[in-house]
């Protein structure tokens, strides 16, 4: 693998059904859609937060093996296999994170899941920090819905970690009304935050919008978030 790697983060929402989905979508109607769209972008890694009891079906991609519990759903990591052959190593810190070690370059990337609600501000810096030192290598960019708000990014930064701007919202419940009755706001829980020698690039937020039946919905209650990260 070398030192330039595209990822596609994406909290897919328990695979539930979407509120404005035709009334004959299904579960499998929701993962061919995931699918197709990971076949077109082609990242390296895709990162997948709340998960049910199963892993969409991706034919370009497999995944490290492990599926760990988060406070909602589980989390998968897949490698593409263009890397399949990259030297990977991976630890799971149970409840929020797996983190996967690309041998070869140095560098390990976090896919995690952080704890929900702005009560829990103090819970996620303990978590972030307890990521970093769990890492194997100097080199880490931890990627996934992170629950961050606003406020909470300059606490990161100031410690001298690298938080990219996002180009929008990775939520924005006004546009996309996954759930009936949620309530209308702009977010942007899904982020990276990495070692300031990582540079991450062409970051960009995809809707996997929809169109059947001449309905327009999403897949996901949470965009995708598309970036590349080098050393």
């Known amino acids: 693998m070398d030192n330039c790697i595209s990822f ?5 929402a328990m695979l539930s059904r ?20 990971i076949v077109e972008l082609a990242p390296d890694i895709v990162l997948f937060q709340e998960l049910p009891g199963l892993v969409p079906y991706i034919e370009t991609h497999s ?10 759903g589980h989390l998968a990591f897949l490698i593409s296999h263009q890397h399949a052959e990259s030297p990977v190593s991976y630890k799971t810190l149970e409840g929020f994170a797996l983190l ?15 704890a929900p609600g702005k009560s829990n501000k103090s819970l996620r810096v303990s978590q972030i920090a307890s990521v970093i030192e769990s890492s194997p290598t100097e080199n880490i960019a931890i990627i996934g819905d992170t629950n961050t708000r606003k406020a909470e990014i300059s606490q990161f930064q100031d410690s001298g970690l690298h938080v990219p701007e996002l180009p929008e919202p990775t939520w924005d419940s006004y546009r996309n009304q996954f759930h009936e009755d949620s309530p209308s706001f702009k977010a942007s829980f899904t982020r990276c935050i990495a070692h300031p020698a990582i540079r991450i690039s062409d970051l960009q937020v995809l809707e996997g919008k ?22």
Do not use: Y
């Open 8 to 12: 596609l983060s994406w909290n897919l």
């Open 18 to 37: 979407p509120s404005q989905a035709p009334q004959h979508w299904e579960l499998c109607d929701t993962e061919e859609i995931i699918r197709e769209q």
């Open 63 to 72: 995944m490290v093996r492990s599926n760990p519990q988060s406070h909602s």
């Open 100 to 114: 996967v070690t690309f041998e070869g370059i140095g560098l390990t990337i976090a896919n995690v899941h952080l």
């Open 210 to 231: 929809v169109i059947r039946n001449e309905k327009s919905f999403h897949v996901s209650d949470h965009f995708a978030l598309f970036g590349r990260i080098q050393l």
